[in-house]
Structures are given as C-alpha cells and as structure tokens.
C-alpha cells in the first residue's frame, strides 16, 4: 500500500471520527513492562487537559466509514454520498505504532462503521488491539468502540486488550432511536453494555484471590448520546443517564450536541445551531448527580422538564430551594454545603478541614476560593457584614448574572433573543 493511499485513508477516516466525543481521561493504571511501549498509567487520554495542565493525544480514527445502517443522524450512513475507505488491521497497528515513536499520540481510540455485521466489524477492532498489546508489546492506552450486537465472546476479549470499551447508545429513548434509526434496537446496546459490566465485577473478585488474573477493561466503561436531534427534553435525558449509571456502572456518559448533516425531515435542519449550551448544562447536571449528591429528580422533573440556559443547575436548584437557605458554614453537613452554589468538592473539603480550628467568616473564605459573588447569598458564617438580605429568587439571580461572566454570553443573548 502506497504512503499516498495510507495518508488518504488517514484523512476520511480521522475526519469521520470526530463527531465521537466519548474519549477523555482514562483512568487506566495500565503500566509499562518487559521493556515495552508506552505506558498508560496516570495518564489522561485524548485530546483534553489532565488535572496538572498537561495536553496529551490519541489516535482517533475509524476503522471504517463503510456502514450497513442508515442512521438519519450519522455521516457515514449507507445512503449518504461520501467517500469511503477502510483500513486493514495491520494498518492500523502500523499508524498506532509509528505515531507513538514520534511522539505524536500516547494511546488509540479506535471505532468503527459496521460492514457485513456486528461480529465481523467487532472481530477486526479486537484484533487491532491484540496485535498492538502481543505482537507489538503496546502499554499505552486503547479505547475500544464496542459495536451494538457484538458476540459476548467478542466482548471478552475486547477487555483484555483494551483499558475502556463503550458502546454509543446514540439516542436517548427507544422511541427516538425507533424514529431515527429503525434498523437498530435499543438491546443490541444494552447486551454489549452488560456483558462488560459483568466481566469488570467478576474479573475484580477473581483477581482478589488470584494475583496474576489479568485486568479487564481498567478504565471502565462509556457511553454517549447525541443531543438536539431527536426532540427529549433534559428530563428524559438524565433519565436515560441516570438509568445506566446505576445499572451498568458507567464511568461517564458524554453528550455530543447534533450536527446537522442533511435536510431529512425528522431532522434539525441545515444552518441550525449546534446546542453547545445546553450540551454543558447536561455535563454540569451529570457532574452534580456524580460528585455533588444530587439525585436526577431534584434538578429535573416533570414540572421542570428543562435546564434553565441562562444559569447553572445547582444555582437554579438553590434558587427553587430558598427554604434550604441560608447554610451556616460552620457547622452544616457535607451534603448541604456541597448544594451551595459557589462552592466546589475541593471548597467544601477546605472548609470541612479549617473549621475545625476556628469559626470561619468571611475572609477565611475569599481565601479558600468560594466563589462569594454566587455563595454570599445562601450562606452565613462568623460575621455581619454580607447577611443574606430578603431578597426574592428573582432578584438574587438578576444580582448574580448582573456581576457574571461567562464564554455563552453572546451564544446566550443570541438565544435568548428569539423569545423577547
């Protein structure tokens, strides 16, 4: 194969690849050994910031644009007239394997469109990745896309080979997938899902009595949805989320905002906005409801079906939630100062830790790094001199967004002006 048609592959298949945004830190602690390559422990994965600053990179490409279903959603459907390539399994290897050297990737996120079938698609995506760990001794990350319907045998030995596996639920409810993609069903998703699920568990307890029992899927599994293209609100969104954190122990579900690719009827249409906005609503809402102790009905339900744009959920929970307020700083609980807006994990656990020392006022806690501009309205501590006034909802959020910046703003006026 010719250096050309390799770097055109490369072209059609990472371009096509980046509308999967189900990739960021791995969590993996997959370490180097017998003097291999690369080295995946500590390490976040993807084009994104580790919690130390550093920008570190992965290949990520399809292993082909070649594709049986025809998804209203998706580039590569069968029907879309688009160039079409695929890349042998060696290729990809090769690619991994030369790029690490010249120290332009740390790791491999690989998916794929599905040609003849799951099985067959599937068993070439494994194989790329056992090449790279045995062949090529790879320590660094691998991502795998699992393919919906995939073989639970298949799906085992995905595990021992990759770090994290996902497979992309795509749509949110069953009724939308049904609308937009009626080839697929919402159970060729769940089966993949579930069968890593019960690897994870039953390989973890097998390796607590034997100590050479190789890891399975170190970094857990992803999914994704896509978002704005097939009409839920944020209720039934997070519900759907909700749902597969507590039965399948995900460790991250990712929201992609639709890009329109067509004028299909059922479809946004072209020029529509991509909702980047509500896209980071979402993530701030999952955030709350993984590390914060929210539960998915308190920020949304059937009388407050969607985020509010103009503000962040736990602000807009607060301020539905006045009688919860003022907290005193001093001697609440962890749960309640974790629902203060302003204040961050790493705030609460500051305040936590300092407060057994003295009384916190508030100086003390500029100098921790609470955010006072929003905190100062639901909080009291050790002085005077900003006592929550008797202020409406309303009015605190008006004071708030008067002293706020944020990157949305002009996204934001721009939206909201369509309803003025």
Known sequence: MSFERIQEKL????????????????????????????????????????????CVSLLKILLTNYCVFDCAYCVTRKSNDIKRAAFKVQEVVDLTINFYRRNYIEGLFLSSGIFKNADYTMERLVAVARKLRLDENFNGYIHLKSIPGASDELMREAGLYADRLSVNIEIPTKSGLKRLAPD????????????????????????????????????????????????????????????????????????????????????????????????????????????YGFDVSEILNQKHQNLDLDIDPKLSWALRNLHEFPVDINSADKRMLARIPGLGMRSVQKIMNARRFRRLNWEHLKKIGVALNRAQYFIICESNAFERRDLTSEKIKGLILQNSTSKYHNMLSNQLSLFT
């Open 11 to 54: 072209n059609i298949l990472a371009d096509a690849a980046k509308y999967d945004v189900s990739c960021s830190s791995s969590g993996s602690k997959r370490t180097n050994k017998d003097k291999g390559l690369g080295n995946a422990s500590g390490m976040g994965i993807c084009h994104s910031y580790t919690e130390d600053g550093r």
């Open 184 to 291: 697929k069903k919402r159970e060729d998703f769940i089966k993949p899902m579930a069968k890593v699920k019960n690897e994870i568990i039953k390989y973890k307890a097998e390796k607590k009595v034997i100590k050479s029992t190789p890891k399975y899927a170190p970094a857990g599994q992803s999914t994704q949805m896509i978002i704005g293209a097939s009409g839920e609100n944020d209720f039934q969104i997070m519900q759907t989320s909700n749902h597969f954190y507590k039965h399948f122990n995900l460790k991250r579900v990712y929201y992609s905002g639709y890009v329109p690719i067509s004028n299909d009827e059922r479809l946004p249409q072209l020029g529509s906005a991509v909702p980047m906005l509500r896209e980071n609503r979402l993530y701030q809402t999952d955030w709350l409801m993984r590390f």
